[in-house]
């Protein structure tokens, strides 16, 4: 059997037979995201071997957060955190011997910076993520082992994690586990359009563009309540219909607050995509705080007030559809978790690239 990690570890001897684009040398263009924003990440959830932390969830670590991790020290220019970073996921996470990342790690309490997958299973936003932070990275500082570790993860993430559904190409949120009698289990914030679009231009391949179309004609069936929003988590029938999944969130969540920002940066600006979001911003602005969540059964507000990184993922979307609203600039007095933190900056990213 192919152990498919080989092709991460020993990429540039699979050079010759991966379908990517050529490497023409150039100047590293300039960062899109401040080095005193990455400083200040870095600083507060960076361990010092690489590690990125999750305060939000028991200091663990998994495969999204090393993920942006790595887009945020790529996108900064700070390529010795961002190797440090890679090579902690490479040892670390993509132990899997089909080339995806384990998605969850988690500390030994007991002795520092010793811990231990505690989840095989991969999560392909994660898997997505840490490929394009690859591309990226190696596309601005010219290296060729980053870019052929991004092709292979980038192959083995449409050869393993799509699943022909009706006519169109639906991603797993995983490689087992989201089956079930009535469908298949989806994760709508898991389609990064930027990045699948990247991974299109990249690597061109047709599959690129039919999991792109794919994710858009689910968020299109996708809309619950009069809010018309996505949901963290929906099932898939075999005729694409779609409902809220059973034992899943049933919320437009903290998952699902990803997929404007994604839309966003990927281009998909206009009304269609973005007025479901700007709605519920208009009709909650002069409250007293931004809900965090919305459940879609009932298409009631939650009363938890919404965290920076959300805010900055509503004013992304209000600015590119030339809206008034802005969010509030973080108290410095409040602490801001590792997920907040990510959407906040993952924002000011996408607003620059963007020209927004």
Known sequence: ??????????????????????????????????????SWFRQ??????????????????????????????????????????????RTRLMVRQDGLAAWKWVPDAAAAGSGKVTDLNNASDGDILIAWALLRAGRRWNDRGYLNAATA???????????????????????????????LVVNPSYWVFPALLAFHDW??????????????ALLARGRFSQWNLPPDW???????????????????????????????????????YLEPYLTLVEARKDGPTMAATVDLSSG??????????????Y??????????????????AMPEDYYSASLRLLSKIAAKETGI
Not at 177 to 183: H, K, V
Not at 315 to 332: C, H, Q
Request: aromatic letters at 8%.
């Open 153 to 183: 993860l980038a192959v083995t993430i449409r050869e393993t994690l799509v699943q022909r559904i009706g006519d169109q190409s639906v991603l797993k949120p995983g490689a087992q586990g989201f089956d079930r009698p009535g469908g």
């Open 203 to 216: 690597e061109r391949h047709p599959d690129w563009n039919d999991i792109v179309t794919g994710g858009l």
């Open 300 to 313: 009631e507000p939650s009363a938890m007030a919404a965290s920076a990184g959300t805010l900055a993922v």
């Open 44 to 89: 507060s959830f960076v361990t010092a071997d690489g590690r990125v932390t999750d305060t939000g969830n028991g200091g663990i670590s998994h495969s999204e957060g090393q993920g942006y991790g790595m887009l945020l020290a790529a996108s900064a220019d700070a390529k010795s955190d961002f190797d440090q970073i890679w090579q902690w996921t």
């Open 315 to 332: 004013e992304l979307v209000a600015r590119s559809r030339k809206a008034g609203y802005r969010a509030p600039r973080p108290d410095a």
């Open 234 to 272: 929906m099932l898939v029938d075999p005729d694409l219909n779609v409902g809220l999944a059973e034992g899943f969130s049933g919320k437009f969540g903290f998952d699902a607050i990803r997929v404007p920002l994604y839309l966003t940066w990927a281009g998909y600006q206009d009304a269609w």
């Open 1 to 38: 059997m192919i152990d498919r990690r080989d092709l991460i570890k020993a990429a540039g001897a699979t050079a010759a037979c991966l379908p990517f684009a050529p490497l023409m040398a150039r100047a590293a263009p300039p960062p899109t995201l401040p080095r005193e924003d990455w």
